[in-house]
Nanobody, 122 residues
Framework: QVQLVESGGGLVQAGGSLRLSCAASGRTFRNYAMAWFRQAPGKEREFVVGISWSGRSTYYADSVKGRFTISRDSAKNTVYLQMNSLKSEDTAVYYC???????????????WGQGTQVTVSS
């Protein structure tokens, strides 16, 4: 079992920044690829970004390329999502997920956090 706890969400103005954290506990964190998904009201959960277990590979959704950055700190069992130049369309609940490999489909992940709300005001 892996337990994931997100934090860092909140209300920010368009153009601002937030950093989300996902703290992992339980089974070996470093063995898992990690990803961030988001879900806006009335919409399906969508892939935002993923990072390999080594941290050497990352994959970003086109909608966030150049604005969001994912990183992981295996010593702290934590993955981060730095979000810059935020837009109103980034408003959603953001979820952290752990799986065997990075993939865009939510069904491919084994563990999920409870989510953290990000609201961007225009």
């Amino acid at each position: 079992q892996v337990q994931l706890v997100e934090s860092g969400g909140g209300l920010v103005q368009a153009g601002g920044s937030l950093r989300l954290s996902c703290a992992a506990s339980g089974r070996t964190f470093r063995n898992y690829a990690m990803a961030w998904f988001r879900q806006a009201p009335g919409k399906e959960r969508e892939f935002v970004v993923g990072i390999s277990w080594s941290g050497r590979s990352t994959y970003y959704a086109d909608s966030v390329k150049g604005r969001f950055t994912i990183s992981r700190d295996s010593a702290k069992n934590t993955v981060y999502l730095q979000m810059n130049s935020l837009k109103s369309e980034d408003t959603a609940v953001y979820y952290c997920a752990a799986g065997q490999v990075i993939q865009a489909g939510a069904a491919g992940y084994d563990y999920w956090g409870q989510g953290t709300q990000v609201t961007v005001s225009s």
